[in-house]
């Protein structure tokens, strides 16, 4: 497989989708009758202190540098009251990690480098203030966001994950979710939207960034099974414009994303639910989508659903097959190859996998749930490892797609 070497490093404390290849690829899946997950093991949690790892992100310094973040979520967290986000350092291309720092008041966040400074934005609990900070020393300290020019960027209650920003037309753009509403049901409180700034901006500054108006939670969309949309890409379509690609919500299967396009910085077009819910291929759990130039197709990594689970339960529960897949258009997805999977879906997932281009090779976390020496994950949503992993010359998986046809 396509997958770095096995190790182990720092612990932390306490329709128009095509298959290639890939039930051949499945027989061989690495990640099988071990009690170690496969990758770089980067942290481990034990599944009796109530604590899991969660929202994993990836970030390469302008000096090589690779820098990851998780944050912690469940009964035995902070998670609700004042999130605890970690930081790691690897100066060997991932093969080593060692930590960093922790920061108090930090949830759902995601690493990037802009004008060659660190940063990493998103909110400060659960359902919490949107916020921002800035590193200037690889992550060894960071900006407080105590107010609106330090950080503090909107005052409310929001939704994210380790999500894109992306660069374009002079402006910087993320997807977020609203979660201010008059019910706090999962994914019935979720709206849809997109934050921007000025590339030359201040990003601390909360007078920087414009907010689109956001897109609510419809229950009649899908035939009335409609669960949510959340964990939005900001994405620049083939036509040029900057859109919202969402995972989505529904139960029976199949699997969809939504595509919300913006007609300005600050407001959508209408969203037709008869066009704009795309076929996807893991669209139920979170994915990471970005462009890549040279082979003029986006890319993502996406819980897949093998086919003797297909139609069986909820697709956003099963999580144990981690796959390779692409499209010219945001439209049509194709499955290109297995990267993890293990056969049991109950305790076992390779999720919220973020990931980077690192010149022909793709780099990438996964928050996985795995067996260890003690009694394993909670399930297979509360992962107790993040795990490093690199695809080697990924878009050779385009020429193995032309091969098998």
């Given at each position: ?6 190790k ?12 290639i290849g890939?039930l051949?690829i ?5 990640g ?20 899991y ?15 990851a973040?998780?944050?912690e ?9 004042a ?29 990037f ?5 660190l ?7 659960e ?21 609106s ?10 939704h ?24 706090d ?10 934050i ?17 108006d956001s ?10 099974k409609f669960?949510?949309w ?28 939504a ?7 600050v ?10 819910f ?7 759990k979170k ?9 003029g ?17 909820n ?6 097959t ?5 499209s ?11 990267v ?28 996985t749930?795995?067996?260890d ?12 490892y993040m795990?490093?992993?690199r ?7 385009l020429?193995?797609?032309?091969g098998?046809?």
């Amino acid at each position: 497989m396509f997958l770095s070497n096995r190790k182990n490093s720092t612990f932390c404390p306490g329709t128009g989708v095509m298959l290639i290849g890939f039930l051949l690829i499945l027989a061989t899946a690495v990640g099988c009758g071990s009690d170690r997950p496969p990758g770089t093991v980067i942290c481990h949690y034990n599944q009796q202190d109530s604590i899991y790892v969660g929202s994993p992100s990836l970030c390469i310094l302008p000096d090589g540098t690779y820098i990851a973040s998780h944050d912690e979520f469940g009964p035995g967290s902070s998670s609700t009251t004042a999130a605890v986000t970690r930081i790691y350092r690897s100066e060997d291309r991932g093969e080593h990690w060692r930590p960093v720092t922790r920061l108090d008041g930090q949830f759902w966040s995601n690493l990037f480098v802009h004008r060659g400074i660190l940063f990493l934005m998103g909110t400060d609990k659960e359902h919490g203030n949107l916020i921002i900070r800035r590193s200037e020393d690889r992550g060894n300290t960071w900006s407080s966001p105590i107010d609106s020019i330090t950080g503090l960027l909107r005052m409310g209650e929001y939704h994210t994950a380790p999500m894109p920003v992306i660069s374009y037309r002079g402006r910087i753009w993320r997807a977020v979710e609203c979660a201010r509403s008059n019910t706090d049901i999962w994914g019935k409180r979720y709206s849809a939207m997109i934050i921007s700034a000025p590339d030359s901006a201040d990003l601390l500054q909360a007078a920087s960034w414009s907010v689109t108006d956001s897109l609510p939670y419809d229950s009649t969309y899908l035939d009335g099974k409609f669960g949510a949309w959340l964990e939005g890409n900001a994405v620049v379509t083939p036509d040029g414009n900057v859109a919202d690609l969402l995972r989505v919500d529904y139960a029976p299967g199949p699997e969809y994303a939504a595509l919300i396009r913006l007609r300005d910085s600050v407001s959508f077009d209408p969203f037709d639910p008869e066009k704009d819910f795309v076929r996807m291929p893991g669209g139920a759990k979170k994915f990471t989508v970005r462009y890549d130039s040279l082979s003029g197709r986006y890319w993502s990594l996406v819980n897949y659903v093998t086919q003797e689970w297909a139609g069986k339960q909820n697709p956003a529960w099963i999580r144990n097959t981690l796959a390779l897949s692409s499209s010219p258009n945001l439209q049509e997805w194709t499955v290109h190859r297995t990267v993890l999977h293990h056969p049991d879906i109950a305790k076992h997932g390779f999720q919220y996998a973020d990931w980077l281009f690192d010149g022909n090779d793709i780099v990438l976390l996964s928050r996985t749930a795995y067996d260890d020496n003690g009694t394993g994950a909670h399930n297979c949503h509360d992962a107790n490892y993040m795990t490093f992993h690199r695809i080697k010359d990924f878009r050779k998986a385009l020429t193995e797609q032309a091969g098998n046809r």
